[in-house]
């Protein structure tokens, strides 16, 4: 079946620096979505990204759409104490989707 | 979007015994799934919940662990029965509109088998 691959698994960063995590599928993807989930939370739907080569921003966040829709980045712009949390990313096999490992980001003020 | 509620939001449940798991949506929706998440860990999904029909269980969970009930689109259970430490695990309920659109998430249900 589909392996979603997420890396790093872990990142501390102090705030203001800048963060990137990526995300790889052994198969093309018709999507990938990505979510946030902050400590003690539930996971909370982020963005989804459809076609090849797809760049979506919001605010300090800009998602990324590989042109063989086979990976994905997220990168946060000037991390702020608020960003903490597990990033993850999910791409559909049939009607499942199926997650990544997620990739905790620890933020210092 | 979906408003999801899921109880109960905690339990710690003697090993031995079945807990059920409810998970009640504000609207009609296609899909409903079932994860389970280790601390620190990722999703993992267990199966695929179906109006009227048997769930579809992906690898490595059995319809005699975890039994689950849709009767409508609004609602679903979770069983997790004959429960043993191993299942001490955060349970979350999700929902899509269509196929591989934007899951929404219930609370979770934090389990603790002791």
Redesign the interface.
Known sequence: GQQVMQIPQYQHVQEGEDFTTYCNSSTTL??I?W?KQRPGG????LI?LVKSGEVKKQKRLTFQFGEAKKNSSLHITATQTTDVGTY?C?G?E?????????T?LFVKA | SAVISQKPSRDICQRGTSLTIQCQVDSQVTMMFWYRQQPGQSLTLIATANQGSEATYESGFVIDKFPISRPNLTFSTLTVSNMSPEDSSIYLCSVEQGANTEAFFGQGTRLTVV
């Not at chain 1, 539930?42 to 739907?45: A, C, D, Q, R």
Request: no cysteine.
């Open positions: 018709s999507n979505q979510y539930h996971p909370v739907f989804q993850f999910a559909g049939g009607f499942k989707t199926i997650f990544g490992a997620g905790r």
